[in-house]
Nanobody, 122 residues
Framework: QVQLVESGGGLVQPGGSLRLSCAASGSIFSINAMGWYRQAPGKQREPVAAITRDSSTNYADSVKGRFTISRDNAKNAVYLQMNSLKPEDTAVYYC????????????????WGQGTQVTVSS
């Protein structure tokens, strides 16, 4: 089985920073794309940032210039550095991974973390 475990959420004042971490473990051959999504109360889950194995990145327009996604392939980990946080960034943030489990199969599987709460408030 595969598990994604997030950490680093919390309460921060507007303009502050947080760094989210997510580590994948279990039956993993390789992880292709990793990313972060978020879901605010009463809203649908939305993509925030994504990174490929060769570190190509994409960001939602709302976070460009403020958030930075990175990964450590040796640790099967992905990070989200969040700067200049705004109240509208308040949400549960979920880690996502698209991975291969076995060397003999090109099948890809998608996994989600349990989520970590980020609250931006004065």
């Amino acid at each position: 089985q595969v598990q994604l475990v997030e950490s680093g959420g919390g309460l921060v004042q507007p303009g502050g920073s947080l760094r989210l971490s997510c580590a994948a473990s279990g039956s993993i051959f390789s992880i292709n794309a990793m990313g972060w999504y978020r879901q605010a109360p009463g809203k649908q889950r939305e993509p925030v940032a994504a990174i490929t194995r060769d570190s190509s990145t994409n960001y939602a327009d709302s976070v460009k210039g403020r958030f930075t996604i990175s990964r450590d392939n040796a640790k099967n980990a992905v990070y989200l550095q969040m700067n200049s946080l705004k109240p509208e960034d308040t949400a549960v943030y979920y880690c996502n991974a698209l991975l291969r489990k076995w060397v003999w199969s090109n099948n890809e599987y998608q996994y989600w973390g349990q989520g970590t709460q980020v609250t931006v408030s004065s």
